[in-house]
């Protein structure tokens, strides 16, 4: 089934589900329902608060509807017929009323007793729905039109599948997210907490900034590679900063600020304007492009307390953004550069990715004609190198468009990380200008980019992909040594020393415990390898190795290990 008529289908159900919840509970004033990447929802404002033990009672009538065989048949009416259909229904009203007067307003009928205001498609008759897989999944608050100002409505969601079959296989995958879940993980493995003190701002713990900042070094080494230059700018900048780069207009609901000596500041939302103010404090030529600018910065941007989530929606994160100033004619090769260095960043976890090409969205700032241009650059970037991508009509950046790059998890989940954003807007707003070779002053183009996206996030998204078990470069503790009994400590000693003099991170757990009860911990702890030492191990100077992947490896020479080992840190090894 092509996604289209999959859509179709899931939307048809949504409809159903509102025809069901209706018929089963009291003063239902239903409001949108459209179809989504697993299946589809439906907003409902009720008298009574549904729940889970609700669930089953309501597939049960979604399933009587079907097998009536009503049919979705189509009406078309206008504005006045409109709101005398729906005049019980306050939120049908206001949808109404804000369309065009000469609109053609199209409604839905199911049945002879029920109707919805719709554009459609559906299918012909609910009986095309028998064999669809449906399973109501959670009910959760929605405020109308994603307004907290406006009422809470109750949204039911459901999966809707084609098959029975991949049903059961996304259900089977939520199961496994479950376990993988970077909250429950980080809290199990002492990476991070969120307090209540600072909500949606998170707080790394010893073994959690350990990782954050090998990804951080990690990020460094590929970019100085790649030829950029790293700046650091304030985390907070004047109002009239903010108004010059658009984002007052644009985003201030985003943005926290506050009033100093009569001065209004905001806290940085995004690194973008402060780098326009480096770019501008020297001359530039030609011959610097194309001029790749790094910055790993921390920003802030207000997130309505519902949609926060663990590492993936924060209101403090630092964000690996860069900026390339560059020759209209280097467009193309900059792009091609940039997703070079995406391949061997995502590569190294393992990662493979997809590209969406988001257009000029309703609110934006410059004119059609270089919104146009802009987009046929990034097409033309991506077409000359052979990179398949999707549109994605009016969901650019308001201030040009982009280029997202979307990674696929262990378990086949997507993610929106990195993303390549062309921007004809900044630089003018900015007076920014280069020496061109013929001694004429010349406005650069710039790309923003990011590939992490925030590297707390990506974290996030990393411990969630690894289930925890991060390779032996990553992991915050790398070797745990394991000693039978207190006379073995001095030798334990001594093979840690020798492993930290390599830099490897090495913790010993000599508690007075059983060695069974020591290496379940650690396999729990997710510790890539345990080395067990006893007495034997004592007496001929070797360890017993034990893989958390490969499980016991037996006796071996600690000097061959640890050049083992090496190769496996320094080569990034995937288990």
């Known amino acids: 089934m092509e996604k289209e008529e999959l859509n179709m289908f899931r939307h048809s159900c949504a409809h159903v589900l509102a025809k069901a919840v209706d018929g089963l509970f009291k003063n239902v004033n239903n409001t949108i329902g459209p179809a989504i990447d697993d299946g589809f929802y439906y907003d409902f404002d009720l008298e009574d608060t549904i729940t889970p033990e609700d669930f089953k009672k309501i597939e049960k009538e979604m399933k009587r509807i079907i097998s009536l065989d009503e049919k979705f048949e189509r009406k078309v009416v206008n504005k006045k017929q409109a709101l005398d259909i729906f005049k019980s229904n306050p939120y049908k009203v206001e949808l109404i009323n804000n369309l065009p007067e000469d609109e053609e307003i199209s409604i839905y009928t199911l049945g002879d007793d029920w109707c919805d205001l719709c554009r459609g498609p559906h299918v012909k008759s609910s009986k095309e729905l028998k064999n669809f897989a449906f399973k109501v999944s959670r009910v959760s608050g929605a405020y109308w039109r994603g307004d907290e100002k406006n009422k809470m409505l109750q949204r039911v969601y459901v999966y809707g599948y084609e098959t029975k079959e991949e049903l059961d296989e996304h259900i089977k995958m939520l199961e496994e997210a479950k376990k993988r879940d970077h909250r429950k993980l980080g809290k199990e493995l002492g990476l991070f907490f969120i307090s209540d003190y600072a909500q949606g701002m998170p707080f790394y713990m010893p073994k959690g900034l350990i990782v954050k900042n090998l990804l951080i070094d990690f990020w460094r080494k590929e970019h100085k590679k790649a030829g950029y230059i790293e700046i650091e700018t304030p985390i907070a900048m004047d109002k009239s900063l903010w108004q010059l780069s658009g984002h007052w207009d644009h985003y201030k609901k985003n943005m926290y600020t506050f009033k100093m000596e009569d001065t209004e500041f905001a806290i940085k939302p995004m690194n973008c304007p402060g780098c326009m103010l480096y770019y501008k404090e020297m001359p530039h030529s030609y011959k610097e492009f194309p001029l790749r600018i790094g910055e790993l ?104 468009p982009k280029i997202d790059i979307h990674i696929k998890d ?54 969630e992909n690894f289930a925890g078990a991060f390779p032996l470069w990553l992991a915050p503790v790398q070797i745990k040594i394991l000693n039978i009994n207190d006379s073995i400590i001095p030798y334990a000693n001594k093979v840690k020393g020798e492993l930290e003099k390599f830099g490897f991170r090495v913790e010993i757990d000599d508690r007075n415990e059983k060695i069974g009860k020591k290496i379940r911990e650690a396999q729990l702890n997710k510790i890539p390898y345990m080395l067990v030492l006893g007495e034997k191990e004592m007496e001929n100077k070797t360890i017993c190795v034990r893989s958390r992947s490969q499980g016991d490896l037996g006796s071996q020479d600690l000097v061959s290990f640890i050049q083992e080992l090496i190769v496996e840190r320094d080569t990034k090894k995937i288990y």
């Open 410 to 463: 262990a378990i086949g989940r997507t993610w929106q990380c990195g993303t390549i954003q062309l921007d004809m807007q900044l630089p003018k707003r900015f007076n920014l200008e280069y020496t061109d070779a013929d001694g004429s002053k010349k406005e650069p183009v710039m790309i923003h980019r990011v590939i992490y996206g925030s590297i707390d996030r990506f974290l996030g998204i990393i411990t």
């Open 297 to 400: 910065g921390k920003v802030h941007r207000h997130e309505a307390s519902g949609t926060l989530h663990g590492l993936f929606r924060v209101r403090s994160f630092t964000q690996d953004d860069a900026h390339i100033f560059m020759l209209p004619n280097q467009i193309e090769s900059e792009v091609q550069n940039v997703l070079s260095l995406v391949d061997k960043i995502y590569s190294t976890f393992g990662l493979t990715y997809h590209l969406e090409i988001s257009t000029m969205p309703e609110d934006h700032i410059g004119d059609e004609k270089t919104w146009r241009e802009a987009e046929s650059a990034l097409k033309n970037a991506l077409d000359k190198i052979g990179k398949t991508y999707i549109i994605n009509e009016g969901d650019g950046a308001f201030y040009g």
